[in-house]
């Protein structure tokens, strides 16, 4: 029973995990750059669903909604102000920019919250046993927004225009500007669809782990990118699976095993070991092609 309570636990953070870095995983498949601003943005989202909820003591689902808007917002600022003026320059530039704009960003986002870590209010205080087994209104929740939101996202990529010209500027973004996609405006929905499941992904963090800290953004950037590279650059199918596995790995280990080492440490040392049996990732295709 000891086993099966830490894997649900880790099937939910897995979950958290992988709507982290869904949104960059989308980012990467249309622009090829590594986003690195992005752990910001979960920390803005997260930021704002806290204060939505102590704060305020608004609703949880004002909370949810104005981390995603947050989020959103904050993605398209900085894909406006630190990418667009780069053009087509070096990705490695780009990324650059990334890490200066998630720095600052930090920087700022401390001096106005305080560094201190502070508690989130539960949006439901409800508890179930069953043979052993504890499970808390909280983890269903969070377990629900998940699914709904890489539902709704695997029907926008496979049932609207939009969805189908992403993919399109991934497999090949001349052969799509020739057949008419509007490639800067998808650019645009893409840092505004995978910002905003970053910012729900920063409240969903934060309820798992009852805290918010402005430097989390930190600790989300570098799971975000673990995640990634795991599941292979730009599957949107990789990241599922490698999001899921960190989750599981990390609960079961920290929880069961009783290993003396950190849990971001895991993610690290659990890339390092899979890249040097798969560097390809999980799945070595770019979301654009279809099984």
């Known amino acids: 029973m000891i086993v099966l309570q830490h894997g649900i636990n880790g099937l939910i953070i897995g979950g958290v995990y992988i709507l982290m870095a869904l949104g960059l995983t989308l980012i990467y498949g249309v622009l090829r750059v590594l986003h690195f601003a992005h752990g910001l943005v979960v ?3 997260a930021y704002a669903g806290w204060r939505a909820l102590s704060v305020h003591q608004q ?26 003026p780069l053009g087509t320059t070096s990705p490695l530039v780009v990324l650059v920019a990334g890490v200066g704009v998630a720095i600052m960003g930090e920087d700022l ?39 709904g939101l890489l539902l709704a996202l695997g029907w926008l ?11 399109a500027i991934a497999a090949d973004r001349e052969a799509s500007v020739l057949m008419g996609v ?22 969903l963090i934060a309820l798992s782990f ?42 079961l280990l920290i929880g069961y095993v009783h290993v003396p080492i950190e849990r971001d440490a895991i993610a690290f040392l659990a890339l390092i070991i899979f890249l040097l049996l798969r560097p390809a990732g999980f799945v070595k295709r770019v979301f654009a092609e279809r099984g």
């Open 43 to 45: 920390a803005v989202g």
């Open 210 to 251: 009852n805290a918010f800290y402005p430097t989390m953004g930190t600790f989300a950037g570098e799971k975000a990118f673990a995640v990634v590279v795991m599941g292979g650059l730009g599957s949107v199918a990789g990241t599922v699976y490698a999001g899921l596995s960190l989750g599981l790995l990390e609960s």
């Open 182 to 203: 509007h490639v800067q405006r998808v650019i645009i929905w893409t840092f505004w669809i995978g910002s905003a499941l970053a910012g729900a992904a920063g409240l």
């Open 59 to 84: 609703p949880f689902w004002v909370a949810l909604l104005l981390a995603m808007l947050s989020g959103a917002v904050l993605g398209l600022l900085i894909e406006r102000l630190a990418y667009r």
């Open 157 to 167: 990529l496979r049932y609207t225009r939009l969805g189908l010209a992403m993919q």
């Open 109 to 147: 986002l401390t001096h106005i919250a305080l560094p201190e870590r502070r508690p989130i209010p539960a949006p439901t205080t409800a508890v179930w046993h069953w043979r052993g087994l504890t499970i808390t209104g909280t983890q269903v929740l969070v377990l629900a927004i998940t699914l």
